[in-house]
């Protein structure tokens, strides 16, 4: 699996980064984002939150 960065955009004072992936054995298109805290930016762990996860089937 080899993630796509399809966007990166500032959010609330920190960021979301769109990500995707093809999955050939399954025939769909995977996409998801994430939204990374300001505090990561400063080196602090933090959580990492998933915003959305959609699938494109392309039955």
Known sequence: MSLE?????KSLGGW?????????????DMRFTI???PQIAKG???PVILLA???DLHR
């Open 5 to 9: 960065t399809a966007g990166v955009d």
């Open 16 to 28: 979301t980064k769109d990500h995707g992936d093809h999955a050939n054995n399954l025939n769909y």
């Open 35 to 37: 939204y990374l805290s």
């Open 44 to 46: 602090q762990e933090v």
């Open 53 to 55: 996860v959609r699938a």
